[in-house]
């Protein structure tokens, strides 16, 4: 029997579809992984069990009995709570006046000392008394001990199904493990737990069962999270059928010999760029893939002069480039549609048709408007973009649907005719009809001769859409492919989140300049193997594959090494090489791929058992800096 | 309804420029059935009179309202630069003094607004700072005392007539239709707005935001020093308390004006009927023989009135 369930709920938020028909039940004692990329629903989905959003259609029912909510009161009322990673404590008032806040609504005297003795048996209970202060004010707490303090919140008021929403988000790894024990212990004393995350090694860490959502439909059921592995999760959130909506038009693509545009070496913008380098050719469309806090998003915004760069060179039309301001990045014929279309794209207050001269404004030099001069080019393309110009230019913004208000600020940026056209998530809340036509029409752009980056999370439309597809994973190019050829599987699997790139990059530099031979960093699934990054360049000791590459574990070089288990020396049958493999697990057991080193097979044996201890080592000092670093 | 009656509506609804015309026929109307005297000639002239040093606060405060700030210190600034003025005419000639008062007026400004844009605080809190200090500095500056004895020239502003308006009405009916220019059609104006009303997206299309909201904030102070010269003309003495209560009538005129305090929203036409509306409403009383203790209950409640009613057509609108 299901604490909680669901029956086909469905919500739309003007013309845009959020959820459809969704399914879901949670049983007592579980955590239930809540997952999908952005703009899949799973966050709508928790809003409407909390109460703070009510469904369209659908039902929910609470211990099989029918559930109307009339907002989130009503919802804590029925013992449902929600933790979100902006709390909604009171900063002024002590932990015990938080803890109890509730209470302070209800008639009647407060009654302090009994509340005390109540609060202090809770925080015993999650094993916390040391750590949290009752009389301490919250401003002065940590995030994440005011996460706790809102799960004290709702224990209190005796909650049963706790929601946590992107909890981990702002948290440093210690505190994540705090908040992870402390869900096991709530779920084990019967509660159930919901975990909203895109973060994929946290999912498989706590949860028991996982549901996925896409576009608003639920692709997976309550999988158990033992049954699954981290690709074919990302392949389940991402979609794999590729429709008709990228069709190419025959042909595309840049030549090699196209003009070069942009080339990006090494860029770095702290904290999350880090080591980012990939180039665009005139005519070309190259996607930035990765999932969320990879860097992609940051990379372009720094190439646009939002952010300052602080490492690495960007070279555009041949020259050096580094903007100040966007406004030196328009004049030199960039464009940028950001990926929060309301928060900074839009100006409410000004017309459709002032919406669409707004870059024209920042680049424009003189005192007055010259609104005038762009008519003829603002007629063209509405017709281009297929826009009601009589009925749109003068209205306001916000009437218009997502897809309309993004074909608008398409036009605000083709008005200026860029060389270079920067775009973040742009079809992200556009319905899918207009989304193909989007497609064409940056196809269209590209094939007149405009650069273009794009930067999304949709796995399928990235495939669908670029010519070349750079991965980025923690802030770090990690791959660079041909679109179209490419399968979401192999996409997925490189973007996996892995911590710290740079430091396994700086531990693979140790080991060639101690040993020698070439050291690499690869994941390995099932029979295939994808190379994540490698180091050094004697060629006698070429395990068989390049960063980047996707290859059956038999056509590699090493085949016996990678077969034998982790840890020994393993010499190939043929004698040409011998390599030793070390699996790197993360803080929480889970597999990150494995790191290598393959020597000559002539080059006399190593000490393997000193080579070991040198991987381990290294791995030892590359996991307290990564906490170190994410704790600071 | 008819359509025609109804495309009115609509308008009405939409255009602050338009409601204000009508708001200010309306009080106009009203007041001239109360009182006989209120369309007189001289009447009138009186009205216009004592709208210029209003209307000159209110257009620079309409500039930084627009971008979302609030600036506090017009009145106090108005006193001080007064004062600048009274003293500078000895050894400087008048127009010397002039632009010595409204330099001051503008580095006051300024000084505003590069707090408020580069250290980033809370606009009421950097202009409340600086009405204190603008106040205090007029005390010392002048003693505590009165400056009298100036030079008939500067009475002239506010005296003589040209095309048959009083000359200071002419000149604020000039800067009034050159900053709707600047705001309808000047890059800088509609920078204005697009600050008010979103500054990242602004930011993101290459609009210099920075450089345009320190200079709302200077030209609020120049405009105070403006207001503070014609002020000093209409009396021909100048006193360090001058000035006082300009920054909330300035405040009032704005909103009735239609303007939205959160920025992005607001016409410049609408401040000057604002400032219309207002004076028309104190000269009404005047003329009614009400109790000028009361003008402060009948403006607060114009203001209330006012803004529930943007409140009302906005909630209509969307």
Redesign the interface.
Known sequence: MSLLALRAISKSFGPTRALDGVHFALAAGEVHALVGANGAGKSTLARIISGHLRPDRGAILLDEKPLRLAGSRDAIRHGIAMVTQETTLAPDLSVLENIMLPRLGLPGRLRWSAWRAEAAGLTAQLDQTAMLPLDAPVRQLAIGQRQIVEILKALALESRIIIFDEPTASLSPLESERLFTIMRRLAARGRGLIFVSHRLEEIFAVTDRITVLREGRVVANARPTVDLVPGELVRLMVGRELSDVYARAGGGGAQKNQNMVLEVSHLASPPVVRDVSFVVRQGEIVGLAGLVGAGRSETVETIFG?RRATGGEVHYLGAPFRPR???E???AGIG?I?EDRR????????SVR?NLL??H????R????AYGARNAAIAELMGLLDLPARRLLDA?M?NFSGGMQQKVILA?WLLLEPKLLLLDEPTRGVDIGTRSGIYALLRRIAAGGVAVVVVSSDFEEIIGLADRIVVLSDGVTVSELPGGQVDIEHLAILAAPRSSAAGIRALLGDLVAAAGGIAYWIGVEGERLVCFDRVGDNQAADPGFAVGGLLPVAASAIPAALTAARGELVREADGSRQSLLIALTGRRGHDLGVIGITLPGAAPAPDGPALRRRISAGLAAWAADDAEARAA | MSAMARTLLHRLASEIELRMLLLTVVVMAGLAMVSPYFLTLNNLLNVMDQSVVVGMVALGQTMVILIGGIDLSVGSLAGMTGIILGLACKPLGLGGAIALCLGVGALAGLINGLIITFGRVAPFVVTLGMMSIARSMAYVISGANSIGDLPPGLGALSSSDVFGLPLNFAILLVIYALAWWFLA????G??L??I???A?????????IRLWSVAAYGLSGVMSALAATFLASRILSIDPIGGNGLELDSIAAVVIGGASLFG??GAIVGTLFGVFIMVFIRNGLNLLNVSPYWQGTAIGAIIIAAVLLERVLSAR??
Do not use: C, M, W
Request: aromatic fraction near 6%; hydrophobic fraction near 35%; charged fraction near 20%.
């Open positions: 939002l301001h966007p406004r990045a328009i004049r940028f950001p928060g900074q794209g839009i100006v409410p207050d000004f002032e707004l870059a404004l920042g680049g424009h003189g005192i007055g408007l306001n916000l605000r | 059609r000047a890059k800088g509609r920078t707005y697009a008010g009303s979103n990242e997206a602004a930011r993101v299309a290459g609009l210099s992005g929203r609108r969307s």
